[in-house]
């Protein structure tokens, strides 16, 4: 925005412990794209699922009037209403959604609903929607939250909106599904990509940045896109637990320091462990579980790689701790193994 005067979005607590919690599945690195609308003569569609908190800019308009950071649609005259459909770039299972309607006050739409689609390709004409949200009632300036129940893998979705208006951001909160069938135990790839249905499960901070982040694609963006702790001033260390796609073993790792260079963590270290799903994870659980890659050495903005020899010779886990000595920021970790077999 460069010199011009702006106003963030208030966040939502709901929504900020849903996105600790789980996927935003609507999230553009994910390969999540918003792909038609009926209308979005004042507002693009693409902004709908910007992953950055929504503004607003007192006194810039552009060509079609007021700019506004969403989705709007032109007061119709017509009957009928607007919609636009999103493409997953990952398909999975849906817990909740977050429809904020952030500084559309007089312009915001006042009904809302939402439908999912299961599919290979792109839905036509034809194809059977689901509505996993009924029709509501919108207020303007605020976050709707509306929890999902459905095991179903989704491909699209498509937001509704009666009859016309604005709607700043949509947040598709769930978990990644990935179709392991395709993979065998010869296969190596990285078991804590969020694309490969990792999450993290548990932490001890994570007050500049998640440990979502760590699993990310690709390398991280700037500063903001890694998980980072407070400055830590007392004894111990921070952790964050990362619950891998599928269980395997691993034999290297990468750990991206990326734009961190004042405040990157002096060392690092792994543990694993096999666990039961749905099992608790806690520090001092977590603390006793085996050591796989012993306390290695870190830099400021760089990429480490841990070759398998460094790795101790372990049966198959589903839960890695990452370790950091004694705080600071790492933007990306992954984790390269083979799956376990049954």
Known sequence: MSDERWIAAKTDPRAEELARQW????????????ISTSDDFFAPMERLIDPALPVFVPGKY????????????????????????IRL?????????????????????????????????????GSEWVEIAPRMTLAGDSHHIVDVSSDTVWSHLRLHIY?????????????????????????????????????????????????????APDRGANMGDGWETRRRREPGNDWAVIRLGHAGTIER????????????????????????????????SSNSWQVILPEQKLEA?????????AFAAHEPISHVRLNIFPDGGISRLRLFGRIATP
């Open 301 to 309: 903005d760089a990429e480490h790689r841990f070759e398998a020899v």
């Open 89 to 125: 770039g990952c398909p999975g299972r849906i817990h909740a959604l977050d429809i904020d309607t952030s500084h559309f006050t007089g312009n915001y739409a006042p009904e809302a609903c939402v439908e999912a689609w299961a599919g290979d390709g792109e839905p036509g004409e």
């Open 253 to 284: 790792a990468l750990v991206d320091t990326a734009f961190f260079k004042g405040n990157y963590p002096d060392r690092c270290s792994l543990q694993g462990a096999a666990l039961d799903a749905g099992a608790e994870v806690t520090e001092s």
């Open 23 to 34: 996927v935003d599945l609507a999230h553009p690195r994910l390969g999540s794209v918003a």
């Open 163 to 215: 009859p016309d208006g604005g709607v700043a951001r949509l947040r598709v909160f769930g978990e990644i599904h990935k179709d392991w069938s395709t993979v065998t135990p010869d296969d190596v790839l990285d078991l804590a990509a969020q694309i490969n249905g990792a999450t993290a499960v548990a932490w001890n901070d994570a007050h500049f940045g998640v440990p979502s982040n760590l699993l």
């Open 62 to 85: 552009d060509d079609n009037g007021k700019w506004m950071d969403g989705w709007e649609s032109r007061r119709k005259r017509v009957p009928g209403h607007d919609d636009c459909v």
